[in-house]
T-cell receptor
Framework: QKEVEQDPGPLSVPEGAIVSLNCTYSNSAFQYFMWYRQYSRKGPELLMYTYSSGNKEDGRFTAQVDKSSKYISLFIRDSQPSDSATYLCAMRAGGYNKLIFGAGTRLAVHP | DGGITQSPKYLFRKEGQNVTLSCEQNLNHDAMYWYRQDPGQGLRLIYYSQIVNDFQKGDIAEGYSVSREKKESFPLTVTSAQKNPTAFYLC???????????FGPGTRLTVT
């Protein structure tokens, strides 16, 4: 079983829809959670960063962490065609540890 | 204009040949990383370096080698011992001890 599971999609939604992207994980030691966005043939870029459980909002993006369920989500409100990309979750345990990435979910927002 | 550059963008090699992928950063970051990305899999860590002249193996280091002679540069050599080298290779850097990694544009290596 992978440490981090992420549905690869693809996920296709109309412009303006609310998008929900999710990851589950098995290691209860994970404390730091990230979402990276990767456009086609580019390197990933950090989108959201959260520590421990709860919600964090940044513009149209909300990151949610539920440590009791080992489940994290990224919500995108009023989705735009420019949001079309692959979204990778990443997480790590405390202390110095490497990031563990999910496989990525490919999102397509059509006009 | 700060950032990470990787060259070349596309690379083709014959089986049995070693090949070196370039990674340069001008962000003054101490830590640098090499990942490979395959379809349906997350980024997998090959090697990382937290300081000049020091580096550690990641999860899939077999068949790869690196050097870190300068802070700005972290080249990756894919040797003929790597059984399945065709992949998208990503280099990243970060301030030491932080999670925000800045990625380069990647090099797509095809070995036939």
């Amino acid at each position: 079983q992978k440490e981090v599971e992420q549905d690869p999609g693809p996920l296709s939604v109309p412009e303006g829809a609310i998008v929900s992207l999710n990851c589950t994980y098995s290691n209860s030691a994970f404390q730091y959670f990230m979402w990276y966005r990767q456009y086609s043939r580019k390197g990933p870029e950090l989108l959201m960063y959260t520590y421990s459980s709860g919600n964090k909002e940044d513009g149209r993006f909300t990151a949610q962490v539920d440590k009791s369920s080992k489940y994290i989500s990224l919500f995108i409100r009023d989705s735009q065609p420019s949001d079309s990309a692959t979204y990778l979750c990443a997480m790590r345990a405390g202390g110095y540890n490497k990031l563990i990435f999910g496989a990525g979910t490919r999102l397509a927002v059509h006009p | 204009d700060g950032g990470i550059t990787q060259s070349p963008k596309y690379l083709f090699r014959k089986e049995g040949q070693n090949v070196t992928l370039s990674c340069e950063q001008n962000l003054n970051h101490d830590a640098m990383y090499w990942y490979r990305q395959d379809p349906g899999q997350g980024l997998r860590l090959i090697y990382y370096s937290q300081i000049v002249n020091d580096f550690q193996k990641g999860d899939i280091a077999e068949g790869y080698s690196v050097s870190r002679e300068k802070k700005e540069s972290f080249p990756l050599t894919v040797t003929s011992a790597q059984k399945n080298p065709t992949a998208f290779y990503l280099c990243a850097s970060s301030v030491a001890g932080t999670d925000e990694q800045y990625f380069g544009p990647g090099t797509r290596l095809t070995v036939t």
